[in-house]
């Protein structure tokens, strides 16, 4: 009899019972597979039907909402000790980085090692907006808003507000397409009805 190999298994999902107890949210439908790190669980509240893969890391800060249908893909994480908010049916890629705050160069000591009181934190508030895509190794730097709909393509740096609707890519980043925003939204509607009526997966 051949044995199992743990590393050809499938990732067991953390239960239902564990993330109502520990998340300050916890919607229906939520999918968080184990070997992600959520830290504090109790400034983090995740909406119906999200999920959040093997090897995301959340250090929350002074708080993380995500909403319903939004996919944080493997190596993803969000940190910086500010606040994060996501809108509904956002896709955040592959070793996304999202910043929430950050050390200020001036006026102070660097880093965590420090006493709080000699050291100069910047913390923000990072909004990503309903609909968004970050692809694979996107960075959002402290404070962004990515506007509802915006597209952000692989390796880029987002270093200012994104309007929504708006393809955005390069170095220096520039917008560089419009999203055909209808379909998404009907699609959405759809769906919302669907949830709503009882015949979507539970």
Known sequence: MTKTVTEFEETPLVCREALVAALKGCGVGVKIYRGCRLCPPDKIEVGDYSQIDEGVRIFAGLGVRLGRHVHLAFGSSISGGGTCEMGDHVGVGAGVRILTGSEEIEGGLTNPT???????????????????????SAVILPGITVGEGSVVAAGSIVHRDLAPWGIYGGHPLVQIG???????????????????SGSGTR
Do not use: C, K, M, S
Request: glycine letters at 4%; zero cysteines; a positive charge.
């Open 178 to 196: 419009v999203r055909n925003r209808e379909p998404i939204l009907e699609a959405a509607r759809i769906l919302l009805e669907r949830e709503g």
């Open 114 to 136: 420090v006493p709080a009181d000699l050291r100069r934190v910047r913390r923000q508030a990072t909004r990503i907006g309903d609909h968004a895509l970050l692809f694979t």
